[in-house]
């Protein structure tokens, strides 16, 4: 074979090869970067301006756009006086909880004039989560959403929609959010109620001083959306339903559901929902609504906000129609209906993968308490316990502590079991149970399997509570009413399609069980969701132990990890 005959089949075997490697090899990911800029805004609602903490200066903040694969970089820099910290909610970080967020539990804050880059891998997940502050009760304007699309080339699991948006449901204080945390502190009660819920931020028309302030969503007859539905209300459990239209529910957050049609939908403080909505009604004007769930006597913000379903050629001076008939506040046996309608996609390509065995079986009851407190004006403050612990936050981060072999910052002695037995849900205890105060964790073998039954309680008052966790998603298994039956409640738990979520509700008076692998190593927070409870104490951490093959064990920390 003479020299240019050689070339040519070299030349050949190069193309060949490298077509080759475009049909076999992954595509490369992108890499999405963000700049935060943590900043004080004068905003404007219900006839009242208030100067507050926002991200680039809007309120809620930017949304975060990426797709299954990509890395996201968002560079954090803070102008405000307080420290900051932002928390990716419901973003696994697999074995890198230094990008998780939550203050003092995997980093120390982002303090005023310093920056920090969250750089993070989206592994494995695809949908609808958000991204919030984790520091006191900043959270309440420092929040936004974060929509991850399929990979390239894989469908939706559910019609094609013909557009998106992001609806997020919220809430409204007057006074600055700090300073009414601060004021129910020093009184050792609970701050006040907000004035105002929100969607995307505003109102609606039915607020005072609103013509500003109302969100609109321009739909064309004969299209489907695909809404994008986030409660990034700080203590509200909340309905939403739109005048005149169904809601076909498809994901949970960010894991794909058996669909179902719905009048309305109820999320918890931290839930996501998708749902397609078809614009196929008579056009015109339809109200979009968010009013509270609240089935226990506990102070709620009671009002509606609104937004509007606007076709499009539709004049604006066309009245809304009135919001439809939405359940009762107090509607305990719809809100258990539609919880009893969310199964997992359970399909090939998305398995539920339900732990079957479990290696450790855990009981927390969930307590609210009295404690003396010789600094509040009343000698006393309201607290919160899990297994009559109510956690104390560390001043050094608990991820850091444990990588660098700090000693004394937290014990790993969390009890799997409350320490007495007693009737938890039954005549309201107004005595305490010894309750104490702790930095305890729960020390998890990696790659075990955790059934953990969540019990609420009557002490001082039974209520609802919902709790996520960090650097996991976990299946519902089962809930209830009344007192956890460990000899005859399993065998009624949904072992094949139940929800699989990361922020889970349990019902005033009564518990849910979780199921979860413990397959991600470092430090996760397991908490409430109502800033209320977790700031009284309610809360709790897994150290996730390493494994010991490659890839089984936490990242070395960045190089910009701030410090305390």
Request: hydrophobic share 40%; glycine share 8%; net charge neutral.
């Amino acid at each position: 074979m003479d020299m240019a005959s050689s070339r040519h089949v070299l030349l050949r075997l190069l193309v060949s090869a490298l077509v080759l490697a475009l049909f076999v090899l992954p595509a490369q990911a992108d890499v999405k970067r963000y700049q935060f800029d943590i900043v004080m805004s004068n905003v404007s609602r219900l006839c009242h301006e208030k100067t507050m903490v926002t991200v680039n200066g809007s309120y809620p903040g930017p949304t975060i756009y990426a797709r299954e694969g990509d890395r996201v970089i968002v560079n954090v820099t803070n102008h405000v006086k307080y420290n900051m910290t932002i928390h990716w909610h419901g973003l696994k970080q697999r074995r890198n909880g230094w990008a998780d967020g939550p203050a003092y539990v995997t980093q120390c804050p982002i303090q005023s004039g310093a920056s920090y880059a969250y750089d993070f891998n989206v592994t494995g997940q695809r949908g609808t989560l958000w991204w919030h502050a984790h520091i006191a009760w900043l959270r309440a304007t420092v929040h936004g959403a974060i929509v991850i699309l399929p990979d390239r080339g894989v469908p939706y699991p559910f019609p094609k929609p013909d557009a998106e948006a992001e609806i997020i449901l919220g809430e409204w204080w007057h006074a600055d959010v700090e300073a009414v945390e601060k004021q129910g502190r020093t009184l050792g009660m609970a701050p006040n109620t907000s004035d105002a819920h929100t969607i995307n931020g505003k109102p609606g028309p039915l607020s005072p001083c609103s013509e500003k302030h109302t969100y609109a969503l321009q739909v064309q007859w004969g299209k489907t959306y695909l809404l994008r539905i986030i409660n990034a209300a700080v203590n509200d459990e909340l309905f939403f339903s739109i005048a005149g239209h169904t809601m076909m529910v498809v994901e949970i957050d960010a894991t794909y559901t058996k669909p179902f049609v719905s009048s309305t939908i109820q999320l918890s403080p931290g839930q996501t929902t998708n749902v397609l909505v078809r614009a196929d009604q008579r056009p015109g004007r339809y109200f979009m609504a968010v009013k509270p769930f609240n089935d226990v006597q506990v102070p709620v913000d009671n009002k509606t906000a609104t937004a509007i379903l606007q076709y499009a050629g539709v004049p604006t001076s066309v009245i809304p129609a009135l919001p439809q008939l939405m359940p009762a506040t107090n509607s305990t046996g719809y809100v258990t209906a539609f919880h009893d309608r969310l199964r997992s996609l359970n399909s090939a390509r998305y398995p539920a993968d339900v732990p079957r065995t479990v290696d450790r079986h855990l009981l927390y009851t969930i307590g609210l308490n009295i404690d003396p407190c010789e600094t509040c004006l009343n000698g006393s403050r309201l607290a919160a316990s899990l297994n009559n612990i109510t956690f104390v936050m560390p001043r050094v981060a608990l991820l850091q502590a444990h990588y660098g072999g700090a000693r004394g910052v937290f014990t790993a002695d969390f009890p799997d079991r409350p320490p007495a037995r007693f009737n938890y849900t039954g005549v309201p205890l107004t005595a305490g149970l010894g309750t104490s105060l702790g930095t305890r964790l729960s020390k998890i073998a990696y790659n075990s399997t955790v059934e953990l039954v969540l019990q609420d309680t009557n002490l001082l008052s039974v209520e609802s509570h919902p709790f996520h966790l960090h650097g996991h998603n976990f299946f519902v298994v089962g809930r209830g009413v009344g007192n956890f039956d460990p000899s005859k409640d399993p065998a009624k738990y949904n072992l094949v399609d139940p929800p699989e979520r990361n922020t889970v509700g349990v019902p005033a008076g009564g518990w849910t069980a979780i199921r979860f692998r413990a397959d991600n190593p470092g430090v996760w927070f397991l908490h409430c969701h109502l800033e209320v409870h977790t700031s009284w104490g309610l809360k709790m951490a897994f150290l996730m132990e390493d494994g010991n093959g490659p890839g089984e064990s936490v990242l070395p920390p960045p190089k910009d990890l701030p410090k305390c």
